[in-house]
C-alpha cells in the first residue's frame, strides 16, 4: 500500500501549474511528472487532477488544446496562459510564507 498522497487544499493546482510552466501537457504527463518529481510520494488520481485542469481551465489559467500525443494518440493538452503564469508566481509566493510560518510553528 502506498503511503497517503492527500495534499492540502489548492495544492495540487499549485502542483499542476508548476508542472506546466515547463511546457505543455497532457494530463496522464502532468500526472507522471509530478509522481517523479515527488520521487514516487504524491500520486495524482484522475478523479482529482482532471477536475482540477477543469478549473483552472475554467478561471483561464491554463489553455486545452487537442493534438496527437508522442504514441500519435489525439490527447487534450494544457498549457499555461499569461494570467496562469502570473497566477503561479502569486502562489508560489503564498506558499513559500505559509511554509515557512508552518516550519516557524514545528520548532
Do not use: C
Request: zero cysteines.
Amino acid at each position: 500500500m502506498s503511503p497517503s498522497t492527500d495534499l492540502l487544499q489548492g495544492t495540487l493546482d499549485l502542483l499542476v501549474l508548476r508542472t506546466l510552466a515547463l511546457e505543455p501537457m497532457h494530463g496522464w504527463g502532468i500526472a507522471q511528472r509530478i509522481q517523479q518529481v515527488s520521487r514516487d510520494a504524491l500520486q495524482i488520481g484522475q478523479g482529482s487532477l482532471y477536475p482540477a485542469l477543469h478549473r483552472l481551465e475554467y478561471k483561464g489559467w491554463v489553455l486545452a488544446e487537442w493534438r496527437a500525443s508522442e504514441n500519435n494518440r489525439r490527447a487534450k493538452f494544457y498549457s499555461l496562459t499569461r494570467t496562469g503564469r502570473r497566477q503561479l508566481e502569486a502562489e508560489l509566493k503564498d506558499w513559500e510564507r505559509v511554509s515557512t510560518a508552518i516550519a516557524l510553528v514545528l520548532k
